[in-house]
Protein backbone atom coordinates (compact mmCIF):
# COMPACT_ATOMS: atom_id res chain seq x y z
CA UNK A 1 0.00 0.00 0.00
CA UNK A 2 1.45 3.25 -0.88
CA UNK A 3 1.50 6.16 1.95
CA UNK A 4 0.24 9.36 0.58
CA UNK A 5 2.97 11.56 -0.01
CA UNK A 6 3.03 15.26 2.43
CA UNK A 7 5.50 17.87 0.85
CA UNK A 8 7.73 20.40 2.57
CA UNK A 9 5.08 22.84 3.05
CA UNK A 10 2.82 21.26 4.84
CA UNK A 11 5.42 19.60 7.45
CA UNK A 12 6.62 23.29 8.26
CA UNK A 13 3.31 24.66 8.83
CA UNK A 14 2.32 21.41 11.19
CA UNK A 15 5.31 22.11 12.33
CA UNK A 16 4.42 25.82 13.45
CA UNK A 17 1.23 24.92 14.70
CA UNK A 18 2.71 22.99 17.46
CA UNK A 19 5.18 25.38 18.17
CA UNK A 20 3.82 26.83 21.61
CA UNK A 21 3.32 24.10 23.20
CA UNK A 22 7.21 22.66 22.60
CA UNK A 23 7.99 26.23 24.30
CA UNK A 24 6.02 26.53 26.85
CA UNK A 25 6.99 22.94 27.91
CA UNK A 26 10.69 23.69 27.53
CA UNK A 27 10.18 26.97 29.81
CA UNK A 28 8.06 25.26 32.06
CA UNK A 29 11.38 22.31 32.77
CA UNK A 30 13.37 24.59 32.62
CA UNK A 31 11.71 26.60 35.64
CA UNK A 32 11.67 23.16 37.35
CA UNK A 33 15.47 22.69 36.88
CA UNK A 34 16.27 26.05 38.45
CA UNK A 35 13.90 25.17 41.37
CA UNK A 36 15.31 22.07 41.91
CA UNK A 37 18.74 23.37 41.95
CA UNK A 38 18.24 26.36 43.90
CA UNK A 39 17.30 24.03 46.58
CA UNK A 40 20.48 21.53 46.39
CA UNK A 41 22.19 24.31 46.62
CA UNK A 42 20.54 26.07 49.31
CA UNK A 43 20.10 22.87 51.57
CA UNK A 44 24.63 22.14 50.52
CA UNK A 45 24.62 26.02 52.47
CA UNK A 46 22.57 25.01 55.65
CA UNK A 47 25.00 21.80 55.91
CA UNK A 48 28.67 22.84 54.83
CA UNK A 49 30.43 23.67 58.21
CA UNK A 50 31.60 27.21 58.46
CA UNK A 51 35.44 27.48 57.60
CA UNK A 52 36.69 29.61 60.30
CA UNK A 53 39.34 32.05 59.79
CA UNK A 54 42.16 32.15 62.76
CA UNK A 55 45.98 34.11 63.06
CA UNK A 56 48.44 31.30 61.99
CA UNK A 57 49.74 29.75 65.26
CA UNK A 58 53.32 30.76 66.63
CA UNK A 59 55.87 28.10 65.48
CA UNK A 60 56.50 25.63 67.89
CA UNK A 61 59.87 26.22 70.18
CA UNK A 62 62.67 23.85 69.28
CA UNK A 63 62.79 20.59 70.35
CA UNK A 64 65.55 19.49 73.22
CA UNK A 65 66.21 16.18 73.93
CA UNK A 66 65.66 15.79 77.64
CA UNK A 67 69.24 14.79 79.36
CA UNK A 68 69.83 11.71 79.98
CA UNK A 69 70.18 9.92 83.49
CA UNK A 70 73.34 9.99 85.46
CA UNK A 71 75.07 7.14 84.51
CA UNK A 72 75.33 4.70 87.69
CA UNK A 73 79.10 5.23 89.24
CA UNK A 74 81.64 2.05 88.26
CA UNK A 75 81.29 -0.25 91.25
CA UNK A 76 85.08 -0.80 92.59
CA UNK A 77 85.91 -4.58 92.92
CA UNK A 78 86.73 -4.55 96.64
CA UNK A 79 90.40 -5.60 97.44
CA UNK A 80 91.40 -8.98 98.73
CA UNK A 81 91.50 -8.02 101.93
CA UNK A 82 87.83 -6.79 101.90
CA UNK A 83 86.72 -10.13 100.06
CA UNK A 84 88.93 -12.29 102.94
CA UNK A 85 86.52 -10.02 105.32
CA UNK A 86 83.39 -11.48 103.27
CA UNK A 87 82.01 -14.73 103.81
CA UNK A 88 81.16 -16.29 100.41
CA UNK A 89 78.61 -18.32 101.90
CA UNK A 90 76.42 -16.25 104.55
CA UNK A 91 75.05 -18.22 107.75
CA UNK A 92 71.21 -18.36 108.21
CA UNK A 93 70.19 -15.30 110.70
CA UNK A 94 67.32 -15.11 112.97
CA UNK A 95 68.62 -11.18 113.13
CA UNK A 96 66.59 -8.82 110.71
CA UNK A 97 69.54 -6.37 110.71
CA UNK A 98 72.15 -8.49 109.37
CA UNK A 99 73.46 -6.67 106.30
CA UNK A 100 75.80 -7.29 103.71
CA UNK A 101 79.19 -6.08 102.72
CA UNK A 102 78.70 -1.95 102.53
CA UNK A 103 79.44 -1.32 98.99
CA UNK A 104 80.34 2.69 99.95
CA UNK A 105 83.16 1.25 101.78
CA UNK A 106 84.64 0.86 98.34
CA UNK A 107 87.48 3.82 97.96
CA UNK A 108 87.47 6.30 94.54
CA UNK A 109 89.96 8.17 93.49
CA UNK A 110 88.39 11.49 94.30
CA UNK A 111 89.00 14.79 96.09
CA UNK A 112 87.10 15.09 99.36
CA UNK A 113 86.14 18.58 99.78
CA UNK A 114 82.57 18.94 102.01
CA UNK A 115 81.00 17.10 104.86
CA UNK A 116 77.30 15.58 104.45
CA UNK A 117 75.92 16.32 107.50
CA UNK A 118 75.78 17.42 110.83
CA UNK A 119 72.56 17.65 113.47
CA UNK A 120 74.76 20.02 115.75
CA UNK A 121 71.99 18.18 118.42
CA UNK A 122 73.82 19.84 121.53
CA UNK A 123 76.06 21.77 120.20
CA UNK A 124 79.38 20.37 118.66
CA UNK A 125 80.35 23.07 116.48
CA UNK A 126 79.03 24.77 113.04
CA UNK A 127 80.54 26.17 110.00
CA UNK A 128 82.42 26.74 108.22
CA UNK A 129 83.29 22.79 108.22
CA UNK A 130 80.77 21.72 109.68
CA UNK A 131 80.15 20.43 113.87
CA UNK A 132 83.01 17.86 112.47
CA UNK A 133 85.54 20.51 112.01
CA UNK A 134 87.74 22.14 108.51
CA UNK A 135 89.20 18.88 107.93
CA UNK A 136 92.96 18.37 106.24
CA UNK A 137 95.81 20.97 107.40
CA UNK A 138 96.36 24.68 108.17
CA UNK A 139 93.84 25.87 109.99
CA UNK A 140 96.75 27.26 112.87
CA UNK A 141 99.05 24.57 112.74
CA UNK A 142 101.91 25.45 110.73
CA UNK A 143 104.22 23.23 108.69
CA UNK A 144 105.94 21.45 111.37
CA UNK A 145 102.32 20.31 112.72
CA UNK A 146 101.69 19.28 109.82
CA UNK A 147 104.47 17.63 108.56
CA UNK A 148 104.86 15.82 112.05
CA UNK A 149 100.71 14.60 111.18
CA UNK A 150 102.02 13.08 108.07
CA UNK A 151 104.76 11.33 109.70
CA UNK A 152 102.35 9.78 112.21
CA UNK A 153 99.97 8.67 109.30
CA UNK A 154 102.59 6.95 107.40
CA UNK A 155 103.85 4.99 110.39
CA UNK A 156 100.46 3.85 110.86
CA UNK A 157 99.73 3.40 107.38
CA UNK A 158 103.24 0.99 107.19
CA UNK A 159 102.04 -1.05 110.54
CA UNK A 160 98.32 -1.82 109.30
CA UNK A 161 98.27 -5.84 109.39
CA UNK A 162 96.90 -7.04 105.81
CA UNK A 163 93.18 -7.72 107.58
CA UNK A 164 93.07 -3.98 107.98
CA UNK A 165 93.62 -3.47 111.88
CA UNK A 166 96.58 -2.37 113.67
CA UNK A 167 97.93 -5.22 115.99
CA UNK A 168 98.48 -3.94 119.27
CA UNK A 169 101.86 -6.43 119.99
CA UNK A 170 103.05 -7.90 116.60
CA UNK A 171 102.55 -4.56 114.06
CA UNK A 172 106.51 -5.38 114.05
CA UNK A 173 105.85 -7.66 111.51
CA UNK A 174 104.70 -5.05 109.04
CA UNK A 175 108.31 -2.84 109.37
CA UNK A 176 109.12 -2.01 105.96
CA UNK A 177 112.90 -1.86 106.54
CA UNK A 178 114.04 -5.45 106.76
CA UNK A 179 117.83 -4.05 107.28
CA UNK A 180 116.82 -1.72 110.17
CA UNK A 181 116.22 -3.04 114.22
CA UNK A 182 112.74 -3.95 114.56
CA UNK A 183 109.81 -1.60 115.80
CA UNK A 184 109.22 -1.67 119.67
CA UNK A 185 106.72 -0.80 121.92
CA UNK A 186 104.09 -3.56 121.98
CA UNK A 187 100.89 -3.08 123.76
CA UNK A 188 98.24 -5.86 125.00
CA UNK A 189 96.45 -7.56 121.94
CA UNK A 190 93.63 -7.15 124.76
CA UNK A 191 93.27 -3.60 122.80
CA UNK A 192 93.08 -4.55 119.04
CA UNK A 193 89.68 -2.76 118.72
CA UNK A 194 90.37 0.32 120.42
CA UNK A 195 93.37 0.95 118.63
CA UNK A 196 92.20 0.33 115.21
CA UNK A 197 89.51 3.22 116.34
CA UNK A 198 92.08 5.11 117.12
CA UNK A 199 94.47 5.19 114.25
CA UNK A 200 91.25 5.57 111.78
CA UNK A 201 90.24 8.30 113.92
CA UNK A 202 93.22 9.70 113.24
CA UNK A 203 93.35 8.98 109.58
CA UNK A 204 89.49 10.69 109.50
CA UNK A 205 90.94 13.64 111.29
CA UNK A 206 92.81 14.72 108.60
CA UNK A 207 90.16 14.34 105.66
CA UNK A 208 90.97 10.55 104.41
CA UNK A 209 87.59 8.65 104.29
CA UNK A 210 86.96 5.24 103.35
CA UNK A 211 86.23 6.98 99.18
CA UNK A 212 88.50 9.56 99.59
CA UNK A 213 91.87 10.91 99.92
CA UNK A 214 95.18 9.34 99.96
CA UNK A 215 94.52 7.01 102.40
CA UNK A 216 91.38 5.88 101.77
CA UNK A 217 92.24 2.35 101.34
CA UNK A 218 93.91 2.16 104.88
CA UNK A 219 89.95 3.79 106.05
CA UNK A 220 88.19 1.37 103.81
CA UNK A 221 89.89 -1.55 105.49
CA UNK A 222 89.88 -0.78 108.86
CA UNK A 223 86.25 0.01 109.11
CA UNK A 224 85.47 -3.49 107.17
CA UNK A 225 87.90 -4.85 109.55
CA UNK A 226 85.52 -3.41 112.58
CA UNK A 227 82.29 -4.54 111.41
CA UNK A 228 83.42 -8.21 110.39
CA UNK A 229 84.24 -8.23 114.28
CA UNK A 230 81.02 -6.51 115.18
CA UNK A 231 78.41 -9.57 117.21
CA UNK A 232 75.54 -9.07 115.03
CA UNK A 233 73.05 -9.61 117.38
CA UNK A 234 74.34 -7.45 120.49
CA UNK A 235 76.62 -4.51 118.57
CA UNK A 236 79.43 -5.25 120.52
CA UNK A 237 82.57 -4.63 118.47
CA UNK A 238 85.56 -7.11 119.27
CA UNK A 239 84.90 -9.54 122.64
CA UNK A 240 84.82 -8.91 125.97
CA UNK A 241 88.68 -9.16 127.22
CA UNK A 242 87.54 -7.60 130.64
CA UNK A 243 87.90 -4.14 131.52
CA UNK A 244 88.94 -2.91 128.34
CA UNK A 245 85.95 -4.12 126.53
CA UNK A 246 84.06 -1.37 126.88
CA UNK A 247 86.64 1.55 126.32
CA UNK A 248 87.61 -0.92 122.72
CA UNK A 249 83.93 -0.16 121.95
CA UNK A 250 83.10 3.09 122.48
CA UNK A 251 86.52 3.89 120.42
CA UNK A 252 85.09 1.97 117.55
CA UNK A 253 81.74 3.44 117.56
CA UNK A 254 83.55 6.73 117.78
CA UNK A 255 85.66 5.38 114.45
CA UNK A 256 82.37 3.68 112.68
CA UNK A 257 80.47 7.03 113.73
CA UNK A 258 83.07 9.36 111.94
CA UNK A 259 83.37 7.57 108.88
CA UNK A 260 79.50 7.09 108.37
CA UNK A 261 79.42 11.15 109.10
CA UNK A 262 82.01 11.98 106.22
CA UNK A 263 80.47 8.95 103.81
CA UNK A 264 76.82 8.49 104.69
CA UNK A 265 75.65 4.53 104.25
CA UNK A 266 72.60 3.39 104.98
CA UNK A 267 74.54 0.07 105.74
CA UNK A 268 76.99 1.29 108.09
CA UNK A 269 73.92 3.52 109.57
CA UNK A 270 72.86 0.30 110.73
CA UNK A 271 76.52 -1.25 112.09
CA UNK A 272 76.58 2.74 113.77
CA UNK A 273 72.65 2.04 115.54
CA UNK A 274 73.72 -1.19 117.01
CA UNK A 275 76.79 -0.11 118.55
CA UNK A 276 75.11 2.88 120.39
CA UNK A 277 72.18 0.35 121.61
CA UNK A 278 74.80 -1.43 123.37
CA UNK A 279 76.03 1.56 125.07
CA UNK A 280 73.10 2.80 125.58
CA UNK A 281 72.02 -0.34 127.29
CA UNK A 282 75.27 -0.39 129.22
CA UNK A 283 74.47 3.20 131.01
CA UNK A 284 73.56 2.91 134.41
CA UNK A 285 69.63 4.39 135.13
CA UNK A 286 70.24 8.55 134.79
CA UNK A 287 74.03 8.18 135.36
CA UNK A 288 77.11 6.93 133.60
CA UNK A 289 79.41 3.68 132.80
CA UNK A 290 81.87 1.48 133.89
CA UNK A 291 83.39 -1.75 133.02
CA UNK A 292 79.86 -3.87 132.96
CA UNK A 293 78.03 -4.57 129.74
CA UNK A 294 75.16 -4.70 131.82
CA UNK A 295 73.76 -1.70 134.42
CA UNK A 296 76.05 -1.91 137.90
CA UNK A 297 75.62 0.68 139.41
CA UNK A 298 79.55 1.38 139.36
CA UNK A 299 80.77 4.80 137.55
CA UNK A 300 83.61 6.01 136.30
CA UNK A 301 84.46 9.46 134.38
CA UNK A 302 87.12 8.27 131.96
CA UNK A 303 85.23 5.51 130.27
CA UNK A 304 82.14 7.69 130.42
CA UNK A 305 84.55 10.90 128.48
CA UNK A 306 84.94 8.15 125.80
CA UNK A 307 81.15 7.01 126.01
CA UNK A 308 80.24 10.83 125.53
CA UNK A 309 82.10 11.61 122.54
CA UNK A 310 81.17 7.86 120.95
CA UNK A 311 77.88 9.17 121.03
CA UNK A 312 78.00 12.84 120.41
CA UNK A 313 79.95 11.65 116.80
CA UNK A 314 77.39 9.04 116.25
CA UNK A 315 74.61 11.82 116.88
CA UNK A 316 76.35 14.13 114.41
CA UNK A 317 75.85 11.22 111.88
CA UNK A 318 72.64 10.71 112.17
CA UNK A 319 71.98 8.16 114.88
CA UNK A 320 69.31 7.63 117.40
CA UNK A 321 70.41 9.06 120.93
CA UNK A 322 68.61 10.20 123.82
CA UNK A 323 68.98 13.85 124.89
CA UNK A 324 68.52 11.91 128.80
CA UNK A 325 71.60 9.96 127.86
CA UNK A 326 73.89 13.35 127.81
CA UNK A 327 72.03 14.59 130.52
CA UNK A 328 72.71 11.41 133.09
CA UNK A 329 76.61 11.61 131.81
CA UNK A 330 76.65 15.48 132.77
CA UNK A 331 75.21 14.52 136.31
CA UNK A 332 77.83 11.82 137.03
CA UNK A 333 80.70 14.61 135.90
CA UNK A 334 78.54 17.14 138.51
CA UNK A 335 78.74 14.30 141.15
CA UNK A 336 82.73 13.49 140.81
CA UNK A 337 83.77 17.50 140.53
CA UNK A 338 84.87 19.12 143.98
CA UNK A 339 82.52 22.89 143.25
CA UNK A 340 85.82 24.41 145.20
CA UNK A 341 88.50 23.15 143.09
CA UNK A 342 86.89 22.45 140.34
CA UNK A 343 88.80 18.87 139.80
CA UNK A 344 87.09 15.93 138.69
CA UNK A 345 88.12 12.60 140.12
CA UNK A 346 87.75 9.45 138.31
CA UNK A 347 85.27 7.46 140.64
CA UNK A 348 83.30 6.69 144.02
CA UNK A 349 84.71 4.96 146.63
CA UNK A 350 88.55 3.90 145.94
CA UNK A 351 88.80 5.76 142.98
CA UNK A 352 89.37 8.62 144.85
CA UNK A 353 86.01 10.04 145.26
CA UNK A 354 84.43 13.92 143.93
CA UNK A 355 88.31 15.92 143.19
CA UNK A 356 90.36 12.81 143.51
CA UNK A 357 93.16 12.35 141.41
CA UNK A 358 93.65 10.11 137.99
CA UNK A 359 93.31 6.93 138.36
CA UNK A 360 96.86 4.91 137.57
CA UNK A 361 97.73 1.48 138.13
CA UNK A 362 99.84 0.49 141.22
CA UNK A 363 102.96 -0.15 139.51
CA UNK A 364 102.96 3.16 137.99
CA UNK A 365 101.60 5.40 140.91
CA UNK A 366 105.32 6.29 141.92
CA UNK A 367 106.67 6.24 138.00
CA UNK A 368 104.76 8.73 136.75
CA UNK A 369 102.15 10.57 139.77
CA UNK A 370 98.74 11.25 139.53
CA UNK A 371 99.55 14.82 140.96
CA UNK A 372 101.48 15.96 137.85
CA UNK A 373 98.31 15.13 135.31
CA UNK A 374 94.61 16.88 135.40
CA UNK A 375 93.29 14.19 132.84
CA UNK A 376 89.54 14.01 134.71
CA UNK A 377 88.97 17.63 134.70
CA UNK A 378 90.18 17.66 131.31
CA UNK A 379 88.07 15.42 130.45
CA UNK A 380 85.06 16.48 132.26
CA UNK A 381 85.64 20.15 130.94
CA UNK A 382 85.65 18.83 127.07
CA UNK A 383 82.40 17.00 127.97
CA UNK A 384 80.81 20.25 129.50
CA UNK A 385 82.13 22.36 126.38
CA UNK A 386 80.74 19.92 123.82
CA UNK A 387 77.47 19.95 124.87
CA UNK A 388 77.16 23.18 125.78
CA UNK A 389 73.46 24.29 124.75
CA UNK A 390 74.80 26.66 121.72
CA UNK A 391 70.92 28.22 121.50
CA UNK A 392 71.66 29.44 124.53
CA UNK A 393 75.17 30.69 124.93
CA UNK A 394 77.04 32.47 123.08
CA UNK A 395 79.99 32.89 124.73
CA UNK A 396 81.61 31.21 127.95
CA UNK A 397 81.11 33.34 131.02
CA UNK A 398 76.91 33.38 129.75
CA UNK A 399 77.57 29.46 130.70
CA UNK A 400 75.26 28.95 133.79
CA UNK A 401 78.62 26.55 135.22
CA UNK A 402 80.70 29.57 133.73
CA UNK A 403 82.83 29.31 137.42
CA UNK A 404 83.14 26.07 137.39
CA UNK A 405 84.56 25.85 133.63
CA UNK A 406 86.73 28.74 134.10
CA UNK A 407 88.47 26.70 137.17
CA UNK A 408 88.74 23.63 135.42
CA UNK A 409 90.50 25.58 132.53
CA UNK A 410 92.61 27.20 134.94
CA UNK A 411 93.89 23.89 136.41
CA UNK A 412 94.37 22.61 133.37
CA UNK A 413 97.10 25.86 131.98
CA UNK A 414 98.69 25.50 135.84
CA UNK A 415 99.65 21.59 134.45
CA UNK A 416 101.20 22.27 131.18
CA UNK A 417 102.79 18.86 128.98
CA UNK A 418 106.31 18.63 129.54
CA UNK A 419 107.79 15.57 127.81
CA UNK A 420 109.70 13.72 130.71
CA UNK A 421 109.96 10.45 131.16
CA UNK A 422 112.25 10.60 133.96
CA UNK A 423 109.98 13.20 135.67
CA UNK A 424 106.85 11.10 135.26
CA UNK A 425 105.30 14.12 133.50
CA UNK A 426 104.37 12.38 130.15
CA UNK A 427 100.42 11.59 130.03
CA UNK A 428 99.49 11.50 126.51
CA UNK A 429 96.00 10.66 127.83
CA UNK A 430 95.78 13.67 129.54
CA UNK A 431 97.06 15.96 126.77
CA UNK A 432 94.58 14.86 124.23
CA UNK A 433 91.51 15.33 126.51
CA UNK A 434 93.10 18.74 127.41
CA UNK A 435 94.50 20.09 124.17
CA UNK A 436 91.09 19.49 122.61
CA UNK A 437 89.46 21.43 125.79
CA UNK A 438 91.80 24.71 126.19
CA UNK A 439 91.19 25.29 122.05
CA UNK A 440 87.54 25.09 122.82
CA UNK A 441 88.11 27.61 125.80
CA UNK A 442 90.26 29.64 123.76
CA UNK A 443 91.70 32.95 124.86
CA UNK A 444 95.42 32.99 126.56
CA UNK A 445 94.61 29.51 127.57
CA UNK A 446 94.88 27.78 124.54
CA UNK A 447 97.74 30.09 122.99
CA UNK A 448 99.89 28.78 126.16
CA UNK A 449 98.64 25.39 126.30
CA UNK A 450 99.40 25.23 121.96
CA UNK A 451 103.51 26.57 122.87
CA UNK A 452 103.51 23.83 125.46
CA UNK A 453 102.03 21.19 123.47
CA UNK A 454 104.03 21.42 120.50
CA UNK A 455 107.27 21.82 122.40
CA UNK A 456 106.41 18.27 123.99
CA UNK A 457 105.40 16.41 120.93
CA UNK A 458 107.22 17.94 117.71
CA UNK A 459 110.93 17.29 119.21
CA UNK A 460 109.78 13.45 120.17
CA UNK A 461 108.68 12.27 117.08
CA UNK A 462 110.77 9.57 115.36
CA UNK A 463 112.58 11.26 112.54
CA UNK A 464 115.17 9.12 109.66
CA UNK A 465 114.58 6.43 107.75
CA UNK A 466 113.79 3.35 109.64
CA UNK A 467 111.19 1.23 111.14
CA UNK A 468 110.70 3.77 113.76
CA UNK A 469 110.35 6.96 111.66
CA UNK A 470 106.78 8.95 112.58
CA UNK A 471 106.08 7.53 115.30
CA UNK A 472 106.73 8.07 119.33
CA UNK A 473 107.05 5.98 122.05
CA UNK A 474 104.76 4.58 123.98
CA UNK A 475 105.74 6.31 127.31
CA UNK A 476 103.32 7.30 130.11
CA UNK A 477 100.83 5.73 132.35
CA UNK A 478 99.22 3.86 129.24
CA UNK A 479 101.79 3.47 127.33
CA UNK A 480 102.48 -0.32 127.83
CA UNK A 481 98.94 -1.31 127.30
CA UNK A 482 98.52 0.78 124.13
CA UNK A 483 101.64 0.36 122.87
CA UNK A 484 103.29 2.39 119.96
CA UNK A 485 100.20 2.03 118.20
CA UNK A 486 98.57 3.86 120.65
CA UNK A 487 101.00 6.97 121.07
CA UNK A 488 101.52 7.75 117.52
CA UNK A 489 97.56 7.67 116.84
CA UNK A 490 96.90 9.88 119.95
CA UNK A 491 99.86 12.23 119.42
CA UNK A 492 98.34 12.50 115.59
CA UNK A 493 95.03 13.17 117.01
CA UNK A 494 96.34 15.93 119.41
CA UNK A 495 98.40 17.97 116.86
CA UNK A 496 94.87 17.44 114.27
CA UNK A 497 92.98 19.31 116.90
CA UNK A 498 93.34 22.78 114.69
CA UNK A 499 90.58 21.51 112.47
CA UNK A 500 89.47 18.25 113.53
CA UNK A 501 86.66 19.92 115.35
CA UNK A 502 85.08 23.45 114.96
CA UNK A 503 84.71 25.59 117.80
CA UNK A 504 81.67 25.14 119.44
CA UNK A 505 80.68 28.65 120.22
CA UNK A 506 82.58 30.04 117.21
CA UNK A 507 85.70 31.90 116.49
CA UNK A 508 87.18 34.13 119.84
Known amino acids: MEHPSHDFNEVLAEQLRRAPYLIASMVLHAGVALVIAGFLLFQKEET??????????????DVVDPPEPPKPPDVVEPTPTEVDLVPTEVTPSDDPT????????????APFTEFTTGQNVVGIGGPPGGPMGNRGGGGGGGSKTEAAVQGGLRWLRDHQSPDGYWDADEFMYQDKYPDQPASTGPGSPSNDVGLTGLALLAF????????????????????????SVQDPRSGLYGEEVGNSTLYNHAIATMAVGEAQYMVPSPIRARELQKGVSLILNAQNPYNAWRYSLDPNGDNDSSITGWMVFALK??????????????????????TMT??????????????????????????????????????????????????TDT??????????????????ADLIAACP???????????????????????????????????????????????GNDNLTGSWDPVGPWGEDGGRVYSTAICTLILEVYYRYARVLGAR
Open 338 to 387: DRGTGRTGYAMGDGGGPGGRPSRVKIYLERFPPERSEALTAVSLLCREFL
Open 48 to 61: ETPVIVMAPAPPPP
Open 98 to 109: ELPADPNDNPID
Open 313 to 334: TADEAGAQVPKDTFRGALKFLN
Open 391 to 408: EQVRRWKDHENYELLKKQ
Open 417 to 463: PVWDEEGGTCDMYYWYYATFAMNQWGGSHWKNWKKAIETAVLPNQHQ
Open 204 to 227: MGNNHSTQHGEYRQQVADGIAWLK
